[in-house]
C-alpha cells in the first residue's frame, strides 16, 4: 500500500520560480527514502507539500489517504497528526526542559497526563535521553538536541517521520548516531523521508535514494545501489 502518493506535481511560487516540475512518485508504508540532488533542486519544496506547509499549484498528493492539497485549512491538524517532522536546526523550546519539549507535542492534542508521562518516558528512552529529561536544550550537545527533536516527532506515533538535513549541523560521528536513531524508528513501522547533503550516509544506509535535479526526479535508486559519486 503506497502511504504517499505524489501525481503530476508542479510547483511555481509567487516569484515565478518554478520548484517542481511536473513529479511523479509513490512511496510505501515502511519505506526509507533519501532525497538528494544540489542546493536549490526543490528538495524541500517536495517534502513541505507532504505536510502543507506549501501546497501545489497543480496535481495531486496523498498521504495516509488524505487529499493533501484539497484539505482545508481547518482540517490540516488531521494530516499533521500522521506526520512528524525534524529540522536541521532543533528547533527546540530553549526555556523548557527535555521532557516538556517532548510532553508539549502530546499536550496539544489534550492527551491525559498520564498517557503523556508514559510516552514521553518511552519515546525518549528510544532516542536514548532518558537521564537527560530535566535538562534544558543548551545544557545538551547537538546531537542530543536532535534526538529530543527526533523524540518529539515522534511521540504521536505518526506514520510518517520527514527530516530536512537532520545532520546538517552535527559532526560525522554524532550524524552516525543520528542515522541509528532513525533505523530503529524505521524499523518499529515508521515510514521516513530524509533530505540530506552527505552522500556517504546516503551511500551506507543502503536505502531507497530519489535524486532531484532543478525540480524533476533524475534517477530513483533501488535500497543499496546508490554509489557516492557525484550527484
Ligand atoms: P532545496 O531544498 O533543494 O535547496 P528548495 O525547495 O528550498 O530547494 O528551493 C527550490 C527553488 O525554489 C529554489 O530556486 C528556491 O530559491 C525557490 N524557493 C524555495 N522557497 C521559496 C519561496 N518560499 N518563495 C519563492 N521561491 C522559493
Ligand atoms: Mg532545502
Do not use: W
Amino acid at each position: 500500500m503506497d502511504l504517499i502518493s505524489i501525481q503530476n506535481v508542479t510547483k511555481k511560487y509567487k516569484t515565478g520560480v518554478t520548484a517542481i516540475h511536473d513529479l511523479n512518485l509513490s512511496i510505501k508504508k515502511g519505506e526509507f527514502v533519501f532525497v538528494i540532488g544540489p542546493t536549490g533542486c526543490g528538495k524541500s519544496t517536495l517534502i513541505k507539500m507532504l505536510y502543507r506547509e506549501e501546497k501545489p499549484t497543480s496535481g495531486k498528493i496523498h498521504v495516509g489517504g488524505i487529499d493533501v492539497a484539497k484539505l482545508k485549512n481547518n482540517k490540516v491538524y488531521k494530516l499533521r497528526r500522521q506526520i512528524g517532522v525534524v529540522f536541521q536546526n532543533f528547533r527546540l523550546l530553549e526555556k523548557s526542559t527535555v521532557y516538556e519539549n517532548v510532553a508539549f507535542a502530546l499536550e496539544i492534542f489534550g492527551a491525559p497526563k498520564d498517557e503523556i508521562h508514559q510516552k514521553v518516558i518511552k519515546v525518549l528512552e528510544l532516542v536514548g535521553l532518558k537521564n537527560r529529561i530535566k535538562s534544558f536544550p543548551n545544557q545538551l550537545s547537538g546531537g542530543e538536541q536532535q534526538r529530543v527533536a527526533i523524540a518529539r516527532a515522534i511521540v504521536n506515533g505518526p506514520k510518517l517521520l520527514i527530516c530536512d538535513e537532520p545532520t546538517g549541523n552535527l559532526d560525522e560521528d554524532t550524524s552516525e548516531e543520528i542515522m541509528e536513531v532513525l533505523k530503529e524508528i524505521n524499523k518499529l513501522g515508521t515510514t521516513i523521508i530524509m533530505v540530506t547533503h552527505d552522500r556517504k550516509i546516503v551511500e551506507r544506509m543502503k536505502k531507497r535514494v530519489i535524486l532531484l535535479d532543478a525540480g524533476r526526479i533524475v534517477k530513483d535508486y533501488e535500497p543499496g545501489t546508490y554509489k557516492n559519486a557525484s550527484y
